[in-house]
């Protein structure tokens, strides 16, 4: 597995999760790493997307607040910090690798299984 997403769950509305992406960076010779998630019965939509010099992220405008990205690099890791989660949160969440940062999906070409948050009392 070249992308794994970890670290979804259950979490009480009003609670913080972070999310992490164990990647093959080197594997993929990608530079963009982003996260998108797709709700019940909802097309799938971008969160956040980052290179590993973790500059000038860009993010839904609709998630910026509650949502940040960040990429350890020495870790091949990328995260999702995710504070102050609504029922509407709930969805699962998938990473993803592509040339550039941007917010279509289509600029992707790799993608992980995806995790599972559930946001609930």
């Known amino acids: 597995v070249q992308l794994q997403a970890s670290g979804g769950g259950l979490v009480p509305p009003g609670g913080s999760l972070r999310l992490s992406c164990a990647t093959s960076r080197r594997t993929f010779s990608m530079d963009a790493w982003g996260w998108f998630r797709q709700a019940p019965g909802k097309e799938r939509e971008f969160i956040a997307a980052?290179?590993?010099?973790?500059?000038?992220?860009l993010y839904a405008d609709s998630l910026r607040d509650r949502f940040s990205i960040s990429a350890h690099g020495a870790k091949d890791t990328v995260y999702l910090q995710m504070n102050s989660l609504k029922p509407e949160d709930t969805a699962v969440y998938y990473c993803?690798?592509?040339?550039?940062?941007?917010?279509?999906?289509?600029?992707?070409?790799?993608w992980g299984q995806g995790t599972l948050v559930t946001v609930s009392s």
């Open positions: 993803a690798a592509g040339p550039v940062v941007r917010a279509a999906e289509r600029i992707y070409i790799y």
């Open positions: 980052i290179t590993w010099s973790d500059d000038n992220p």
